[in-house]
């Protein structure tokens, strides 16, 4: 117990700075799973998708905080994002030792700013979530009066890359590729469309073209079916974490004309090959659990339920 509170002691504190800053989370993320297990953190896609988020609507410097070791590690980070959204990853060494409280802390104050400049934006419950086989963060979130929702519980799904990859069957006329620099404009377009009128959906063409500048991104993985009619008509976001060896599909989406039609399948068909080719062994997916038509589709090209993710809520 002195050991610990020596260590937790010597940690510091600050604000997101830059760039660099964004290397040192996704290291930390790879370093404790390689440290634990495939789901007790966030992958790396995760991390950056969240992050591009928080670029594209709000500030980073004032929505995520940073903790370090005396040797300059990083130690730990917490996001507060819309919705309003908290998250935090904290090292194993370091985890429940006060961090979290830090975090949380941190959040509160920071949000009741916020609510105080914009309540319409700001209001509502404060939203985070656990993995369902994670007791310590579950029992944290409701000591702390989070209480389980429902409205974004997710499945997280796995697929083994050494298994059969299906063969791409595509209708005629279409194409599977990969995103080029004159796609961007069709390329947000289709996101946008797939996920209005969510928060996510919110982006424009040139917070595309950052997000493709962000360390993280790989444009061959960022993989897109064409339609007869050159519309970017499905599409799979793909993140790999070259230490563990594990990829990670998200987001992933096709526009609602183009639906039921073998389109998302073959990206995410291209996609996994396309994994095995950066090095990776196995990929995780996850969608909502009441999301019947993904759950069918993940699971007919090999993927299987293995992790939830529960969503809690803290009221105003």
């Known amino acids: 117990m002195n050991y610990q509170m020596s260590s937790l002691s010597s940690l510091t504190s600050r604000l997101y700075e830059s760039e660099q800053d964004l290397l040192h989370m996704q290291a930390m993320l790879m370093d404790a799973r390689s440290r634990t297990d495939d789901w007790h953190y966030a ?21 995520i905080r940073l903790w370090h070791d005396a040797a300059g590690r990083l130690a730990a980070y917490a996001m507060l994002g819309e919705d309003p959204v908290f998250d935090f990853q904290v090292l194993p060494e370091y985890e429940w030792m006060g961090i979290e409280s830090q975090a949380l802390k941190w959040a509160d104050e920071k949000l009741a700013e916020l609510r105080r400049q914009d309540a319409k934006l700001w209001g509502g419950g404060l939203v985070s979530g656990s993995r369902q086989d994670n007791p310590q963060r579950m029992a944290f979130l409701e000591q702390n009066g989070f209480r389980r929702g429902g409205k974004f519980s997710e499945v997280n799904m796995l697929r083994r890359l050494d298994e059969p990859i299906p063969e791409i069957e595509l209708p005629a006329g279409c194409r599977v590729r990969e995103v080029t620099e004159s796609d961007i404009h069709g390329r947000a377009a289709a996101h946008r469309e797939v996920w209005h009128p969510w928060t996510v959906g919110n982006i424009t063409d040139e917070d595309y073209a950052r997000f493709m500048r962000l360390p993280g991104y790989h444009r061959d993985l960022d993989v897109v079916t064409i339609a007869p009619d050159g519309v970017i008509a499905a599409y799979v976001n793909s993140w790999v974490d070259p230490l563990n060896r594990i990829g990670d599909f998200g987001p992933v989406g096709a526009r609602q004309a183009y639906r039921r039609q073998g389109l998302t399948r073959a990206a995410l068909v291209e996609s996994l090959r396309r994994m095995q080719a950066h090095g990776m062994d196995r990929v995780c997916v996850s969608t909502g659990v009441s999301n019947t038509p993904a759950l069918r589709l993940y699971e007919s090209i090999g993927f299987r339920v293995v992790n939830r993710y529960l969503e809690y809520i803290r009221e105003e």
């Open 43 to 63: 992958h790396v896609g995760e991390l950056q998708f969240n992050f591009f988020m928080v670029l594209c609507h709000l500030d980073p410097q004032g929505h």
